[in-house]
Every structure is written in structure tokens, then in C-alpha cells.
T-cell receptor
Framework: NAGVTQTPKFQVLKTGQSMTLQCAQD?????MYWYRQDPGMGLRLIYY???????DKGEVPNGYNVSRLNKREFSLRLESAAPSQTSVYFC???????????????FGNGTRLTVT | QKEVEQNSGPLSVPEGAIASLNCTYS??????FFWYRQYSGKSPELIMF????GDKEDGRFTAQLNKASQYVSLLIRDSQPSDSATYLC??????????????FGAGTRLAVHP
């Protein structure tokens, strides 16, 4: 049982290049999330998908797009990378339903992205 | 005012002591509270969650919640050097359609010295 798997683990881009971060979960979770983590700022939500077929903006969506390909997979795309997007990106999932209380997030191992 | 506030630390405690980590939050409608541990260069790992006022114990860890004061804490008893990490507090609300809105604090760095 792999949990949440992210690829790649590391990436270096030049300003203006594009790339897609991949994320897959095998826990049959409904909800998936993309966060970025910067020193001193904690985890900030970029986009989320509450269920298959839906996506919504989080706190810092500018410069990003997402695709919920199916229940398992949720990708994050940077169309034209900027140095301000240098960060560690985490994908997470949760079962997200069945009750009225938020359930925990389960995180992937992260992608360290540097934009020069 | 940040939505979830934590002292950045470092909080330095001797091995065997009790480490006390604190978190305050601004949204009175928050419903659930999570503590994650994050080792340097690794992803956050869930330690505990608490939904109701009071204490919840799990091994060496105790989470304490006071909704009236909008305060949640994590106590680590018999601290070990392996507990040295950054501890993230997250505060959650549930929205219809299955969206869990979790807001994270910036984390408190804990250093347990032998």
C-alpha cells in the first residue's frame, strides 16, 4: 500500500518553462489537494478537488492549473514557471466525506522545485 | 492576525522532559484539530487529531483542546531525541461536498537534547 505517490521528487526549471507534477493515491480517497510549503509560511493550499470531476482554487492558485484525471490521480501544472514558484510541493488526500467532521490529510513525499 | 499561530521556536527540552507545543486559531467555527510532525526534508506525518474539548491521549502524546479560548496544545512526555522535528498544527472545517478545509500553522521546531 503506497499511500500518496508524487513524481518527480526534484526538478529544476528555467523561468518560463512548463512542467506537470503528478500525484496518485491508492486509498480510495475522494478528496485530493496540492499545497506548497515555504520557509516560515507553513503549508498553503494551491488547489483542491473535493471529489472526482471537481476542482477549486485554494489560497494561492495564481500561476497553476490542475486536473483531476480520475479518482486516483490529481496533477498540478505550471504553465510558465517563475522564481517565486520555487518551493516544496505536497500532494495530499483525504476521505473527505461520510461525516460532518474534517478527516486528516495524508501527504505524499513532496517535490522540491527550483526555478532559476 | 494569522488564522493559525504557532511559536516558531526552537523549543529546546532535555531528554526525558515534557515538551509543550501550543497553537491558537482565529476561526471559532473550526471543528477539528490536527497535529503533524515533519522531519527535515520529509513530508508531514499525522500524530493526533482531536474534535472535542478536553484531553486526548495516545501513548506519549496528549492533545488538549479549549474551544472557548481557541487554543490547542500537544504535550510530549518522556521526550526523546527522535522527537526532534517541526510540529505543525492544523485547524479544520468541513464543507458540504466533501471538502476539508485545513489551515496550517507555520510550525514549531522542537529540539530534544541528550
Amino acid at each position: 500500500n503506497a499511500g500518496v505517490t508524487q513524481t518527480p521528487k526534484f526538478q529544476v526549471l528555467k523561468t518560463g518553462q512548463s512542467m506537470t507534477l503528478q500525484c496518485a493515491q491508492d486509498m480510495n480517497h475522494n478528496s485530493m489537494y496540492w499545497y506548497r510549503q515555504d520557509p516560515g509560511m507553513g503549508l498553503r493550499l494551491i488547489y483542491y478537488s473535493a471529489s472526482e470531476g471537481t476542482t477549486d482554487k485554494g489560497e494561492v492558485p495564481n500561476g497553476y492549473n490542475v486536473s483531476r484525471l480520475n479518482k486516483r490521480e490529481f496533477s498540478l501544472r505550471l504553465e510558465s514557471a517563475a522564481p517565486s514558484q520555487t518551493s516544496v510541493y505536497f500532494c495530499a488526500s483525504s476521505d473527505g466525506g461520510g461525516g460532518q467532521l474534517p478527516s486528516p490529510l495524508h501527504f505524499g513525499n513532496g517535490t522540491r522545485l527550483t526555478v532559476t | 492576525q494569522k488564522e493559525v499561530e504557532q511559536n516558531s521556536g526552537p523549543l529546546s527540552v532535555p531528554e526525558g522532559a515534557i515538551a509543550s507545543l501550543n497553537c491558537t486559531y482565529s476561526d471559532r467555527g473550526s471543528q477539528s484539530f490536527f497535529w503533524y510532525r515533519q522531519y527535515s526534508g520529509k513530508s508531514p506525518e499525522l500524530i493526533m487529531f482531536i474534535y472535542s474539548n478536553g484531553d486526548k491521549e495516545d501513548g506519549r502524546f496528549t492533545a488538549q483542546l479549549n474551544k472557548a479560548s481557541q487554543y490547542v496544545s500537544l504535550l510530549i512526555r518522556d521526550s526523546q531525541p527522535s522527537d526532534s522535528a517541526t510540529y505543525l498544527c492544523a485547524v479544520g472545517s468541513y464543507f458540504s461536498g466533501g471538502y476539508n478545509k485545513l489551515i496550517f500553522g507555520a510550525g514549531t521546531r522542537l529540539a530534544v537534547h541528550p
